[in-house]
Structure formats: structure tokens, C-alpha cells
């Protein structure tokens, strides 16, 4: 009898332990994919600010900087330029490069930033460059899917 009982003992003490040990590696797995799906994730202080993607615009079109500026423009952008009843239509790549070879390094403008519409999803910002002689103004439409972005521009001059 001692054995019989000396035996349950040991099966009962065996059971408890490979449950504890399944709670535990269910407990492990949770945490390592908990830990995985965070790491793909880009924490939102790396991204641009919707002001940080504004400065970085105006300083590409007052000093001709486009550093950063592939970084802030969506794939999809459209930079519409209105020249009385034409319009001029540059994508992403084309607007990069034409500001930087024809970038106004060091000009005396003056810029002046207004918010038209925003929220926490998209934004339109108006921004003024007055230069001496004549006003530009770029109203420029930001959206946030994964950050910050300009998805389009519509540029005219007086």
C-alpha cells in the first residue's frame, strides 16, 4: 500500500508541476510576442511633429535645405504650381530635385504660418513668403497615417 499511495503522490506532484511549468511558457510566449509587437512599432517621438514638417518645407523653399525633405513628402505628393490659368504639377521626386538645383540659399524672405484646418488626423496650413516684389503663398494639406506628412501643395505668386 505504501508504494500505491507513495506512487499517487508522485503523479499528483508531477501534474501540478507540468501545469505550472505550461502556465509559465504560455506566460513567456505572451510576453516575447507582446514584446515583438511592440518593437515594430516606431515610437511617436522619431517622427516629425506637424510643426517640425512645416519648418522643414520652409526651409527648403527659403534656404534650398532638402535635407529631411524625402522624409516629411508622401509618395503620392503633388505640388500644384498656379501660374494665372496654368497649372504646373511636380510629383515628389521632381519637386526635390528642382529645389535643389535652384534652391534660394540665404534670400531675404520674411514667412508668416497660419493654420486653416486641423486636426488629429490632417491638417491645411497656409504659409506666406514674402519676398521683396512679390507674395507667395503655399497652402499646404498634411495628413498623419504613420506620422506627419505633406500629401500636397497648391503654390501661387502675386
Given at each position: ?9 508522485n ?10 511549468l505550461?502556465?509559465m ?10 514584446v ?17 514638417v ?32 496654368n497649372?504646373?504639377t511636380?510629383n ?19 514667412t ?7 486636426d ?9 513668403f ?23 501643395i ?5
Amino acid at each position: 500500500m505504501a508504494v500505491s499511495y507513495r506512487h499517487k503522490t508522485n503523479n499528483n506532484l508531477n501534474i501540478k508541476i507540468m501545469k505550472t511549468l505550461k502556465s509559465m511558457l504560455a506566460g513567456i510566449v505572451i510576453l516575447f510576442a507582446s514584446v515583438a509587437a511592440n518593437a515594430a512599432v516606431k515610437p511617436a517621438s522619431t517622427q516629425p511633429s506637424q510643426n517640425d514638417v512645416v519648418n522643414i518645407y520652409i526651409s527648403a523653399i527659403t534656404n534650398g535645405k532638402t535635407s529631411g525633405l524625402d522624409k516629411i513628402l508622401d509618395d503620392d505628393m503633388q505640388f500644384n504650381l498656379h501660374q494665372g490659368q496654368n497649372v504646373n504639377t511636380l510629383n515628389k521626386d521632381e519637386l526635390i530635385k528642382y529645389l535643389a538645383d535652384n534652391g534660394t540659399a540665404n534670400a531675404a524672405v520674411n514667412t508668416n504660418t497660419t493654420v486653416m484646418q486641423q486636426d488629429d488626423a490632417s491638417a491645411k496650413i497656409k504659409v506666406e513668403f514674402k519676398y521683396d516684389g512679390y507674395t507667395r503663398t503655399d497652402v499646404i494639406t498634411l495628413n498623419k497615417a504613420f506620422g506627419w506628412e505633406i500629401t500636397s501643395i497648391d503654390s501661387t505668386s502675386k
